[in-house]
């Protein structure tokens, strides 16, 4: 039952870390969803990677010297 489960929870994790700003919470879940994902084998890591690197550039802009509050619903995805 859990590993029926442990696909949706991994995802789960990975867009909960795109709503929060906080990057320390941001890595928790995304820790989490990694440690999930070791224990999947037909899971392909490109959502995982691609979040980090997003999270990793709105981190970024929102850095007080930039300043630019920009959320993960207004980043604009390519």
């Not at 039952?1 to 949706?8: A, C, G, Q, S």
């Not at 995802?11 to 879940?29: D, F, T, W």
């Not at 990694?34 to 959502?47: I, K, M, N, R």
């Amino acid at each position: 039952m859990i590993k029926e489960r442990l696909p949706e929870a991994v995802q789960q994790c990975i867009h909960a870390a795109a709503g929060k700003h906080e990057p320390a919470i941001q890595r928790g879940l995304l820790r989490a969803a990694s440690f999930g994902e070791s224990f999947l084998t037909d899971v392909p890591p490109h959502a995982f990677v691609s979040m980090c690197r997003n999270l990793r550039v709105l981190n970024a802009v929102r850095d007080y010297m930039v300043g630019i509050p920009l959320t993960y619903g207004q980043y604009p995805l390519s």
